[in-house]
């Protein structure tokens, strides 16, 4: 399932100009305040009718500026959680949960109520009134409702933003599951948190502006020491993929990247299992030498890319660990003083802790 | 037949003829207050003013104009008749006039409810595969319930109350059009004739008493349930 | 400083012919005669007044508003039974059977004075019994007028008055004057003023257009 | 006097009377219809019923009620008198006449409009410091505009059509007391006087178009604002 | 200014039952979806009238459930910001902006609404509708309405969710100076986002499920071992504060803490003046022995407290580097590695890039 992006629409001053690709699974938009991705996603949705351009989702027109093709929302079958909940006022918990189901092909997959319960911890609000639930459980309330409308895609702007971290953690695998899952549900995901987009997303969209300022598979975006200044220096990172190798009684698992072995814990995938690991900029230490009685014990040879220097004392260095790219920030002193270079050799240091579950996916 | 129980002849045929004409006006208002609040075409300013209209006539006229329309010469009073449907010196025609005069106050009431309705909840149920008519049944009906009975009371109240279009359309036959605002209109017009006025008036009172304070314990209900408190 | 005249609706066409002649500016307040006697009693600023229904100038003179005897008739009118235009004169025995599912308009029996009258004719010629349940009563006798002339009643019985100006509607029987009380139109002044309209009202002019309109003439 | 000067006589008294009443009713059914939706107080229902009280009753009715209540013999009217402030047989009359026959719909659409208003923005406004009145002035009242505009224009519409209580209130004086109802009940009451109704009905029809068109367009500046779109 | 709340309330089946005082300064109100902490806010704003207990400001008394008082809501000068925004739809942003201003003593100090536009990037916004703006805009104008009613307090119901990272970068120094400065503006503050509190809070209150789980000083809160699970792992650190010493051409600053020097980036304040660090506990390593040859400047001598073993694979290590207390959360293959104990001396390296300008405040 494919979606493609192609419109332009203007507000009085603001401009929204977007072109993109998603190819399945989970694809982020990402940026800043007033940035363009609610329109976006409501172009998508059928609630905004762009100016001109064109939306396909999977061949299917959904929106053609030229021919006049507008498919109507209802039709779209695409499941948006919206920014602000929207729920039905009218509506118990349970009504609102259940609005959309009857509307979805009989035969169409998707999770039952009592999934959606326990994942969204719902079960004791069901008879309430949406007037009577918190901003986090009316967010969960909306998140549910989209789900059980068994859409074919889910637009979600900024899901998680009024919940705990706690809640965040068990929804989040649930979105990976979607994605993996026999449904392949596709996700359109507006996020200002980078741990967020990192975790899930497959395709990286950043917005600024009402433009496009890069976009490409989340690898790739991520581990550009460019790209920093776009995602927040203290949030860049490269995501690698590795191997499950084995668990052990502490609980620390062993994974394998291209560039060596690493110790995590709290992986929860079997052995043999691929899993996606978000190494942070800041978590990597470089050192020239081999170092030992340190606490961390995950320590790789590496050879440096790139150095990129920023505005501020700070500078991303692009790593080549095997076949895998990461991405170290170190003080521009650190860089003078161990006189790191392009193709230079040296040892990262990854805090075996730094590696939290929560950014290990897939 | 005594006084009283002619009183009581025209309370209950007022009952019926308002009970009758609210429920037919009720779906009708609907349609009407929903095309003006929320379609455009052609002809729309013209039939906002005539809703309105019954207002601005005196009953009279429109009476004598409903006489026009629907009376037995006419195209469509014949046409009726055809039907079966005898609107000539029969309740069914104070149920006519009492709808066209409730008409106004009913679209007016049931429009400002629609118009109120956040189009965003639309847009939500529409996007969770809700076609047209489901996203009305499901939330704006729902939604606009005050509004739909705060029309209905008001409509029932002026169909209790109609009486200068209702006698120049279906006459003043006891048992048949004589309601309640007609005989207490006749009464009014002999000397001495009060008291049977006042009996009637407080019958009409207490009818609106009672519609009134249904009205507002179904308002009641209906508003916890929409704010959810 | 004009003068105001209240009188009923019924004497309308007439009475503003008359106002015309008058030598001074006459404001007519046209409405019922009972809401005509309610708004007098409630202390109306009305010279004089002019009424359809004799019973309401009996309540002002029990209600001690106007001096008793001050009233006097201007005017007297007929009542008659109309039907369809093209219609035969008929007898007015064979109604019942004319009328066939069909209703006969009048003014409402104990409200409207032609009401009242007509009643009282149609219990003499002894055809009330078979005709009461087949009246549609109205609030004015015009409005009877308007249902035979629509053809939603086949037969009425109204103002000689008005049915001579209707074109819809022809006349089928006079109904005859002492079959029922007289139709008296009552007139009388309310103040000093007044007084002097009322005598116009009494000149030979003034009865020249109460008859041209079809009024009958009136011997004092 | 010509026919036709009587006739214009007659639409000037009843915009004037039309517009003043609705200036004067505007602000008090605001007022009943704020206590109706947002206070509680002994007494409500009764308030409640007491405002649909001129939809049930027939208009004669009312207009007699005024008259026992405000003509020149009667208590009130006399101690009115003395204050300069006549009402019987006098267009002011007509005006209260007018306010009350239009109060029950006025009312019911400003109540209507209060009620769809979220409390959380007026409780927003109160935390910003705004007290009661501020909080009504500067929320509440712009948030409700669309249902005084309906209130405004329903209550003009019955105030333009008003007739029974006002005939029988204030009698039917060309050029003091006669409205345009009146007058096209007076020209329909004798023979051949249907031309002069028409044109007079066509008068009434014409004020209905344009009070309808204007309340439209103030209606959608209104709405534009509110949304914001 | 000191706030006490001290309520009882029931809606339904849950209980609200809070205690807690707050002596000026930021008190954060955190706690998961649904635990109560828009209820607290709601009753000392005098939108919620709890069932029974007391609320007092600076001795005034705010709700007092046995007299029966109850001061309305126009009359605390308390400025809300709500978790929706609330934004009054009839009104331009500049009349939202300035809807308070007239209510508030004309003496009464507080930002001017050039301070709040600049601060809050509205200036192009002033005439728009807020129909029109974003969903972060929206929220931005909520903050700077409730800035310029120049309130006694502020509540903030977490009004940085839904702002992207450059903007709170932006608003929380200005919170800090709005406390700071010469107003000293007290704020109760409600998130989710623990670098938030971390970064902003004075006192901290845990809430759970409509009860006090913990509260007390930052400092205290924040470095007690027990208090990890209720914060969430990777979100817990200590807090600790220093003193500016020097800056460095390349933009690290030298930062005195009792016990040590610190080199860290991004440091705004001057020579002299005192600053807060947040130090999360998995940034800090623990080597027995001084190494060398790191990236890592920062190596502060340190005797371990206590060693807190959680149900996971990692622990959390109470450090005393002098008077201060540092957190590190290590595996516990690392505590068994390396025999780390309570009294035992060792070293711990701080990343110097891993304290965020973001987490220094004060
Ligand atoms: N109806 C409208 N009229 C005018 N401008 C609008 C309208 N809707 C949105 N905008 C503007 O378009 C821009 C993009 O809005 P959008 O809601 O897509 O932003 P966003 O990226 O979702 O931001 P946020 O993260 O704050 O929700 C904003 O500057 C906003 O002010
Ligand atoms: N009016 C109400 N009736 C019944 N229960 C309510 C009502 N208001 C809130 N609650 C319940 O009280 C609890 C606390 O709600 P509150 O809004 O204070 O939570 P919160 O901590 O602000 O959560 P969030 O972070 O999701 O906004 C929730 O479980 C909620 O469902
Ligand atoms: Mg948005
Ligand atoms: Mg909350």
Redesign the interface.
Known sequence: MSLSVDIAHT???FSLQVTFQAEGGITALF????AG??SVINAV???LRPDQGRITLSGETLFDGDTQTFL???K?????V???A?L????SVRDNLT??SR??PPTAPGPSLEDVLSLLGLR?LLD?????L????KQ?VALG??LL?KPRMLLM??PL???????KQEILPYLERLRDGPLGLPILYVS?A?DEVARLADTLVLLGNGRVQAQGPLYEVMADPAAVPLL????AGAVIEAEVIQH?A???SRLRISGGDL?L??VQADPGARVRLRVLA??V?????R?D?????NILPVKIETVHQGE???AAIALRAGQDRLLA??????V?E?QLAPGMGCFA?I????V?P?SIGR | MSIDAAAWDALRLSLWVACFATLIAVPLALWIAWLLARRDFPGKATLNALVHLPLVLPPVVTGYLLLVAFGRNAPLGRALDSLGLTLAFHWSGAVLAAIIMSFPLMVRAMRLAIEAVDPKLEEAAATLGAPGWAVFGRVTLPLIQPGILAGAVMGFAKAMGEFGATITFVANIPGQTQTLPSAIWAALQIPGGEGQAIAMVLMACAVAVGAVALSEALARRVARRISGA | ERLVVFAAASLRGALDEIAAGFDGEVALSYGGSGAIARQVAAGAPADAMLLANPKWMDWLEGEGIIAPGTAFVIASNRLVLIGPQDHAPIDPEQLPELLGTGRLAMGQRDAVPAGTYARQWLESAGLWEALRTRLAETDNVRAALALVARGQAPFGIVYATDARAEAGVAILYEVPPESHAPIRYLATALTERGQSFLAHLASPAAKAIFAAHGFAEVSR
């Open positions: 507000f009085g001053d940026g800043r305040s007033g991705k609610t949705a059928g609630l109507p929302s209802a779209r079958r695409l499941g948006y919206f920014q602000d929207r039905f006022p009218h509506l609005f959309g509307y979805a004791d309430r009134a949406p007037g009577r918190s901003g986090g459980e969960r409702r989209a409308s702007d900024e933003a009024s919940l705990d971290a706690p809640r200002h980078v927040g220096v203290r949030e052990a502490d609980g620390l110790l814990p709290g800041q978590d230490m470089l050192s020239v030498k170092p009685g340190l606490s961390a014990v501020g004392p700070g920030r170190v003080t521009r002193r650190a003078a161990l240091i805090k075996a802790t730094s939290a929560g």
